[in-house]
Each structure stands twice: as C-alpha cells, then as structure tokens.
C-alpha cells in the first residue's frame, strides 16, 4: 500500500451489518461514524460508570469522540451523528484461528458484558466473536457500538447468535473433540442449532445444558420456522424480564468455565522434546534470532511454526509485536495459557495451517481478510517450516518463497536437508522422487533470485541451514 | 425516544421462545402465564388487548 492509499479513509469493510455503526480506517486511525440511534446508545454507554471501568480493566477497547475528522464516504444509512476513534488494535485475529482457550475466554467475556451491562440498564444488540480482538493472550470487547439501552421484558436477542458462534463451537470440541476451527471458517454465521443437534448423540444430551441449550432450542426454531406470531410481545406480556436473561448468563458462564478440550492426539505437542535437534543446534538457532531481531529491529514479526513459542518470545523481547502462528493447535492452546500466566501482551499465538493460510470469507470476500492483508511482517520467522509445507503441504518450494517475497518481508528461514530425520521421514510417507525441488541447491538458488541473502549458518549437525534473507528494494 | 422494535441481527423465534426455559425457576410463571392467555385466546375469552395481533 502507498503512502497516499494508507491515507486515504476507507470502509472497514467488515463493519456493514450494524447499520446504526460504520468502522473507517484512515492514516492508522481507527474511526466509528455514528447513526443518531447509534449516538443516543454511545452516549449512554460513555455516561455510565461502567464505561471507565470496562475500559480500565482492559476488557472493552479504548474509545474517544473523535476530532478533526477526515472526509469520510457517506456509509449509514441515514445522517451521521457523531463519529469515535478507537485504540488501534495490533493485529487482527478471527475465531477460526483461536483455540478452544481463546474462543472460551472470548465466550466467558461477553457473557461478563452482557451481564454488567443489563445491571447498568444497558444491553448488547448482537453477540459474535468477531466482536471480540486478542492483544496478546487477553481478550478485549472492540464494538462500542454494539451497546444499546435495556428494552425491559424483551428477550436476549443475541442469544441465538452466541449459541451459533461461541457456544456450539465450543461444546463440539469439549464433548466431541471436534475442532470449531473449519466449521466457523466454513460459515461466518457459525452452527445453526438443529445442525448441532445432528452432531450430539443421546448419551450427548444427558450432559449439562445439551437438552435445552441444543435439543429444545432446535425443535422449537424447526416449529417455529414458518410463525407469524410476535413472541417478543407475548413473553413481555407474559412477564418476561431481565431476571430471566441474568438466569441465563449465569448458568452458561457456569457451562462454559467448565468445559474443557481434551484432544485425542496432537500432531507436534511433544515435538520440542521428542525432536532430534541437538541442544548446540537449538541454542545456535535462538542466538542466529537474537541476532537477526537486534540488527534489523523489526515492528512486526511473525513466527510461522512458532511451536511452543521460544523464539516468539526472544523476538518480542525487542519488537513491537509479534504473531505466533502454527498448524499445532494443541501447542498454541498451550503457548496461549502460558502467555496469559506471564502477563505478556505482546505475543498473539494463532492456529492456522500454513499449508492453508485464512483467507478471504463473507461478503465479496472482504468480510474477513487474508492474513496478510492484516499487517505484513517486517521479519518473518520460518524454522523447521518449510519440509513441512513443501513435502506434507505439497507447496512447491518457490511458491512458498514468492508467498513470503511478495510481503516484502525479511526473513529467518531454516533450510533442513533430505538428510535430516525429519525431512527423512516426511519423504517416507511419499512416492520416490515426488518432491525433487526439496534440495539445498534449488532452494538457495529460489531464495536468492527473490531475497537479498545476508548470510547462513549451517548447523553443527550439518543437516540444517539458517539463513537471513532481506526483501529487495 | 428512540425505541426501534428489532435487532439487526435475526433473533430467531424460538431462540427467544427457549429463554423461558433457560431462565431457571422464575422462568416458570412466564411459561405459565404465556400458555394460560393462549388456552383463553383459543376459548376467545379475555380482553381484547391480550389478542395478538400478527406481525
């Protein structure tokens, strides 16, 4: 992007379904146009005391009124009241890339919102985890404007959606060990009831909160699929009241604080320890990191294949940020408690395999963007990554290169040979000859056609090679 | 006052309907209440304003 485009106001274009709140980025700043019924529900919000201290708990993003606006695209769908600025988030993260830790916290959260906010007469009109960013391993609430005035005796309108996008997902990979991750990739609007319904068995509803939760939610969304009848004015005649909703939020926050995922079998959990690099080779490869992050003082790092996060950590030591990705999401539920222990806010740990970035998903594709989109690395980290992508993922080795080259992106990539065990053991499992691009030479002579190549290091065991690369100007 | 009577987002009728049963205990007089005006509706007793009209 150039400097003028980066300047240049533009649609957030994941912020169009609330039509009473527009999302803009502009030069870095991170705007929200208000409606007038979109003004009148901030101005409750930022009056009321819980406002100070949802933000001050770190739980609900930083968000002022806006001055000297830029010229803004008209995008509401009626007059602007009023616009906010909002704390820039580091990087943006989707539900699909958390582990089952990170989208039950992200749950936990809004439960915690919707309950406070109802004590303070106020309500939150949807419930989605896109609402919800990382900063490191601690959840924060990003839509201000999905706050709006308590309309007593009117049901949780977001219920349906929480059950779809945190719940459900939620309950099939504590109950079923089914990961949540390809299901809320393949649908942004997550797990219709009847469709979780098919997936629990009978033994499955004798569990806590299966029978209404799942079963009698889907029966009655089946029969009442097709109704005129205006159930919001019956149960508010009936005598429908917030005391039901808070009954609600307390008993699911009960569920879900204590569900857990316990996997069948994780592909790499062990690896730093079942692994056959030698200490010297593990030690070489830290201090070749700390190097290459004290020279080039990178602003964001991305580590692709992070494991159990080690040099993830050494990075963020001298970087503003850094994005921890791998295909393990075992490891990174684990990298994610282990962060949230130590208080770090500067490492995000993401699931993802690399063989199959996030791409684009929702309207025209734009909804939810492609990993790069969402902030290009100045250093990218790719240690024993590359056999695992080329040789498992089938990726040809020069297409993994122009991936990286074409987010000018300096790189730290290790290079294990045919020889190393690992490698060894991949080529195993294919034809003889399938993968004759996997060579030192070829990829030497990839990565210096498309990267300035500072200098290498072999390993003492002289089956892997480091490199630091450079994007060309 | 400003008092829109929808979400944006589809709450979906019986998602609303199922909260009489995740309400706990409370919940029940609602449940009861709610089915005692649809028995008197059905008999066509009561008064008017209790009759639904559709949305």
Redesign the interface.
């Known amino acids: 992007m150039t400097e003028q485009e980066a300047k240049t106001p533009r649609i957030e274009p994941g912020s169009f379904r609330d039509p009473d709140s527009r999302v803009f980025i502009s030069d870095g700043r991170v705007l929200r146009l208000l409606s007038e019924l979109g003004l009148a529900d901030w101005q409750k919000l930022s009056s009321s005391p819980l406002f100070a201290e949802l933000v001050a708990e770190g739980k609900l993003v930083g968000t002022k009124e806006a001055s000297d606006l830029p010229d803004l695209p008209d995008a509401l769908h009626g007059a602007v009241a009023a616009a906010l600025e909002h704390d820039v988030i580091p990087f943006v993260s989707y539900p699909y890339e958390w582990t089952f830790s990170m989208l039950r916290d992200a749950a936990l959260l809004q439960l915690e919102l919707v309950e406070r906010a109802i004590k303070a007469g106020m309500m939150l009109k949807d419930s989605t985890p896109y609402n919800v960013q990382f900063v490191g391993a601690r959840p924060v609430f990003i839509d201000v404007g999905s706050f709006e005035e308590l309309r007593e005796g009117e049901p949780w309108a977001g219920y349906r959606q929480f059950c779809m996008l945190f719940l459900y997902p939620l309950l099939l990979a504590a109950w079923k060990d089914i990961p949540f991750q390809p299901w809320l990739r393949g649908s942004i609007a997550g797990i219709p009831p009847q469709e979780c319904r098919k997936l629990l068995s009978r033994r499955d509803l004798l569990r806590r909160g299966a029978l209404t939760h799942v079963a009698l939610h889907a029966r009655l969304e089946q029969r009442y699929e097709e109704t005129d009848t205006d159930v919001k004015k019956e149960l508010k005649t009936s005598g429908f009241n917030k005391e039901l909703i808070l009954a609600n939020i307390r008993r699911l926050r009960k569920l879900i604080a204590k569900l857990e995922w316990k996997p069948g079998g994780s592909e790499w959990s062990g690896y730093e320890l079942t692994t056959t690099y030698s200490d010297d080779d593990a030690k070489r490869k830290a201090e070749f990191v700390t190097e290459v992050v004290r020279s080039d003082k990178p602003g964001l790092v991305w580590d692709l294949g992070c494991n159990e996060g080690h040099h993830a950590r050494i990075a963020a030591e001298t970087a503003d940020y850094v994005v921890a990705v791998d295909t393990d999401t075992l490891v990174v539920d684990r990298l994610y408690s282990a962060l949230g222990k130590e208080g770090q806010s500067k490492i995000l740990p993401l699931t993802m395999d690399l063989a199959d970035p996030s791409p684009g998903l929702g309207w025209r594709g734009l909804e939810r963007k492609p990993l790069p989109d969402r902030g290009s690395p100045d250093l990218a980290l790719c240690l024993a990554l590359i056999h695992h992508v080329s040789i498992s993922g089938n990726v040809p080795v020069a297409e993994f290169l122009d991936w990286l080259q074409g987010m000018k992106t300096a790189l730290v990539i290790e290079f294990p040979t045919p020889e190393d065990p690992m490698v060894r053991r991949l080529l195993k499992r294919k034809r003889v000859g399938d993968h004759p691009d996997y060579n030192r030479g070829w990829f030497e002579q990839c990565l210096e056609q498309r990267f300035d190549v500072v200098r290498s290091e072999v390993l003492s065991s002289g089956e892997r090679v480091l490199y630091h690369a450079r994007p060309r100007a | 006052m400003?008092?829109?009577?929808l979400?944006?987002?589809?709450?979906?009728?019986?998602?609303?309907?199922?909260?009489?049963?995740?309400?706990?205990v409370?919940?029940a007089?609602?449940?009861l209440?709610?089915y005692w005006?649809r028995i008197r509706r059905f008999l066509h007793i009561g008064k008017p304003e209790?009759t639904?009209?559709?949305?």
């Open positions: 400003i008092q829109p009577s979400a944006y987002i589809d709450a979906g009728t019986g998602s609303l309907l199922i909260q009489m049963l995740t309400g706990g409370a919940a007089a609602v449940v209440k709610m005006r209790e639904d009209s559709p949305s």
